[in-house]
Structure formats: structure tokens, C-alpha cells
């Protein structure tokens, strides 16, 4: 195939189509290529298919490797992006990486895997492999992907099509680091199916490849981040009920975890991201004829919490003795909703945001963000703590663990902080004379 490059036409040898060039398309193009496959990335965005193209990454947040490596595999020739999916004739393997949101009803949206199938199922040729990255409620592939592609190509599956599912485990900020390290469920329609996607994945996976079915392995993905969602919405409602009892929640989750097949996680000032807020609901989807509850209620527990650190917000200024009203400055630190990434992705910062801004002056500062919504920046650290009256840590950005209570002390017109992620010690807060309330912290 023949692109357009800096250097006049050259001939880009390709026989990977990764469609969907994200946080999950990206990395993965770029560690095929690096294998010495042409990869064709393929984005409905012309304009990140264009900064792909000048070797520029159009992530947020820092991502140790994959700037240089984009670079690199674009400068090489081996990585171009485009919005073209007519590059998926005579390609031999697809990846699907495009992002499986849920509505606001919980009820996954499909649109745009659908539409990238229709898309894909068009132009592939015989014998062609897809692979689909995405996260997708139990019963999607056999259901829904395999009768698209078949009907839009013509083509049979375990004949002269190939399918498989293999989910994605990476996450903002080891992108890199967890494509190639942790193992990777691959669920296939058939045995040659399976063959076909392991000869792919062991060129660029170290982790162990487990081979299942499909359905197994939508059921895998989605299980594997409700656990975790289930876990932390447990620490949340012990962090609820230290507070009431005056206790501190991750003293007692120390404690607890020094019992065997113990793993408590920590309460905090919300569960944000792309994967836990939304898994939960694609489970419960795939399978809601068993009419799930624990865990709806452990999503309900979690997407509760940004709200009850505004809460805490709210209360203690009320304590201080200072009025609602644009006079009193409430600093969020912290709109990325994972420590050490710019990802603000269901953040949980946008709600308390929300619950706050129409009490107080509400101003932001976050290391790797510079504009969020319509929300006052403040960039520099020191600059947003002489400004605030109340001081909001959302997230545990290492900028802020290095931060120590004194130099806050020093800095803040009042010293109040209400602290979300455990950041502080509320003892030594309380004699430095900070007023101090803490998620979980009693
Ligand atoms: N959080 C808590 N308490 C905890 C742990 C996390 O409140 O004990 C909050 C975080 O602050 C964040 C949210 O939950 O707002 C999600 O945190 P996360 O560490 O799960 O990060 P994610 O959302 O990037 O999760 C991804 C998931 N990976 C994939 O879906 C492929 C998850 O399965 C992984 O466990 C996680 O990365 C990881 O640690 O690798």
C-alpha cells in the first residue's frame, strides 16, 4: 500500500489494521510495528489520525516509552494512521480497540463497535483474523460481532473468517509496561481462531497467554474489574462507617490485611476511569437474567463517594465559621482520576466540582492537567494553596504525597484541608492547627 510521506510516496508493507487508536490502539500498534509488522492504525478522528502521523501522541498523562516509540515505528515507515478503513482489504489480522461505553441507563452502547464492525466486515478479504481488544458484555461476540461480520463480508466464520476476543488490561500511565507484561485472556472462536490470535500475541506479550472461548473471556474481563470495583466499594463502606465510629479506616484495612487471603483496598474520594465505572454494568448486562445485586449496589456505593467528600467539604466549612459564597476559595487538588496520569476520564473530580461550585469560589490545580471544563486553573501548587480556604486532595498525585503539612500550614489564607485519598495524617494535621477531615478518616 502506498502513502503519502514527508519523503515523497513510499510503499508501507501492512498486514495489521488496528482500528480504534486510543489508549489501547495506540500501544498496541506501536509494539507491532516494533515487532516489524506495517501496521495501519484506523481512527474515525482525522485529526488524531494526524498527530499520529507527525509522530505526535494524542494521549494525556505521562506514558513512560510510547512517545518514542510512536515516533520511532511513524519515522520507520511502519505505523501510519488514517480514517480510511478500505486499508483493511488484504490486511490478515484486525484489532478492535474501539471503547464500549455504557448510557446513562447502564445499558451498553454499541454504536460505535457496531459500526466499526460494519466498517471492517466490508473490506476484509478470506482468511482474514479479527481480534476485538474492547471490553464487551458476556454473549457480544457470539451474538452480535460474529453475525455482523458474516452477514457484511460474506465470508464464514471458522471457514475463511477468524474471531477471537482478547481483552485489554492496560492502564492509563503503563500502557506499555502492562500490554507487555500481564497475561492476556484470548478467547477464540475455534481452535484455529485461537492458533492464529496466540502466533500474533506471543510476538509482543510476555505475560502467559490463557486460551478459553469467547464468551469465557468477555465474562473474564468484565469479572475481573467488577471484583476490583466490588473490593473498593467494600473499603468505601468501611471507610463510612470508620468515620462515624471515629476511627481511621486504613489503619483498620493494615490491620485486616495482615490475616491470610486478606486483600482490603482503600476508601477514597470516588472510583473514576474508563474500565470500573463502566465493566460492572456490561457484566450485569450479559448477565441479567440472573438478576444481579451485589454488584449495582457496589457501583451505587462508589459513584456516591465524590458526593460525600463534597459533603465533607460542606461541613467543615461550616465549622470554620466561613459562609457559602464567592469570598470563600475551595482549591481541588487533583482532576486526573488516578494518581501520576493527566486521565480524566469519569473523573471523580467533576462531581464534587459540581456539588461545590455554586457555593464557593472553586479553583483546580493538577500537575498534569491545564484546562478542565469551564473550572478555574490555578497550575502552580503553591500559587492554588495561598489562594484556598479549603483544600481538596482528589487524587494521589506524587506532587502532593511530597507535600508536607507545614509548608501547607504556611501557605493557606485558612488551614483546612479535606483529604481524599489518605494523603495525610490527621493527628499531626490537627496539631499543626489544620482543620482536617479525611475520607475514611473518623
Ligand atoms: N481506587 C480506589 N480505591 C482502591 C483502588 C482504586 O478508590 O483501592 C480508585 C482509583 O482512585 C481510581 C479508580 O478506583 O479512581 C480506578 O483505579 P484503578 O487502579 O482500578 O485504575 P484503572 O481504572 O485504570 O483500572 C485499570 C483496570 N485495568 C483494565 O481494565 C484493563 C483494572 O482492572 C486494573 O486493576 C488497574 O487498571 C490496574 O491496577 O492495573
Not at 92 to 121: H, S, W, Y
Not at 262 to 280: S, Y
Not at 414 to 430: M, P, Q
Request: glycine share 8%; aromatic share 4%; proline share 4%.
Amino acid at each position: 500500500m502506498t502513502i503519502e510521506k514527508n519523503r515523497g510516496v513510499i510503499e508501507l508493507k501492512t498486514d495489521v489494521a488496528v482500528v480504534g487508536m486510543g489508549y489501547v490502539g495506540i500501544p498496541l500498534s506501536c509494539l507491532l510495528a516494533k515487532a516489524g509488522h506495517g501496521v495501519i492504525g484506523i481512527d474515525i478522528d482525522q485529526e488524531r489520525a494526524n498527530l499520529i502521523n507527525q509522530g505526535k501522541l494524542p494521549l494525556k498523562g505521562e506514558e513512560p516509552e510510547l512517545p518514542e516509540l510512536l515516533r520511532e515505528q511513524v519515522d520507520r515507515g511502519l505505523l501510519h494512521a488514517t480514517t480510511d478503513f478500505s486499508y483493511c482489504r488484504k490486511i490478515k489480522v484486525v484489532f478492535v480497540c474501539v471503547d464500549t461505553p455504557i448510557d446513562e441507563n447502564k445499558i451498553p452502547r454499541f454504536d460505535r463497535l457496531i459500526a466499526a464492525m460494519e466498517q471492517i466486515g466490508r473490506n476484509i478479504s478470506s482468511g482474514v483474523l479479527v481480534v476485538v481488544e474492547s471490553t464487551i458484555a458476556p454473549g457480544t461476540m457470539s451474538g452480535k460481532i460474529l453475525p455482523l461480520l458474516e452477514k457484511m463480508s460474506g465470508l464464514k466464520g471458522g471457514e475463511n473468517l477468524f474471531l477471537a476476543h482478547c481483552p485489554e488490561r492496560v492502564m492509563s500511565g503503563k500502557l506499555i509496561h502492562n500490554l507487555k507484561n500481564i497475561d492476556r485472556i484470548i478467547g477464540g472462536l475455534d481452535e484455529r481462531s485461537t492458533e492464529m490470535a496466540i502466533s500474533w500475541y506471543s510476538q509482543i506479550v510476555i505475560g502467559k497467554l490463557h486460551t478459553t472461548d469467547m464468551t469465557t473471556a468477555e465474562a473474564v474481563k468484565t469479572a475481573e474489574n467488577a471484583y476490583r470495583d466490588v473490593q473498593i466499594a467494600f473499603a468505601n463502606e468501611v471507610g463510612l462507617i470508620c468515620e462515624k465510629l471515629g476511627l481511621d479506616a486504613f489503619e483498620v484495612r493494615r490491620l485486616v490485611n495482615t490475616c491470610p487471603q486478606r486483600d482490603m483496598h482503600k476508601a477514597g474520594a470516588g472510583v473514576g476511569g474508563h474500565c470500573l465505572p463502566k465493566d460492572t454494568w456490561l457484566l450485569a448486562y450479559g448477565g441479567k437474567e440472573a438478576d444481579p445485586k451485589l454488584m449495582p449496589i457496589a457501583r451505587q456505593i462508589n459513584d456516591a463517594m465524590p458526593e460525600h467528600t463534597a459533603e465533607l467539604v460542606i461541613e467543615i466549612l461550616g465549622k470554620a465559621g466561613l459562609a457559602e459564597g464567592k469570598e470563600t476559595c475551595v482549591a481541588i487538588f487533583g482532576l486526573s482520576y488516578l494518581e501520576n496520569s493527566g486521565d480524566t476520564r469519569n473523573t471523580p473530580a467533576r462531581t464534587v466540582i459540581e456539588q461545590l461550585r455554586n457555593r464557593y469560589r472553586v479553583i483546580a490545580q493538577d500537575p498534569y492537567i491545564s484546562a478542565f471544563e469551564n473550572v478555574e486553573i490555578e497550575s502552580d501548587l503553591e500559587n492554588a494553596l495561598r489562594m484556598a480556604d479549603c483544600a481538596v486532595f482528589l487524587t494521589s498525585h506524587r506532587e502532593y504525597s511530597v507535600l508536607t503539612l507545614e509548608r501547607i500550614a504556611e501557605l493557606m489564607r485558612h488551614k483546612i484541608i479535606v483529604d481524599g485519598r489518605n494523603l495525610f495524617d490527621k493527628k499531626k494535621a490537627e496539631d499543626l492547627g489544620i482543620l482536617y477531615a479525611g475520607v475514611g478518616k473518623g
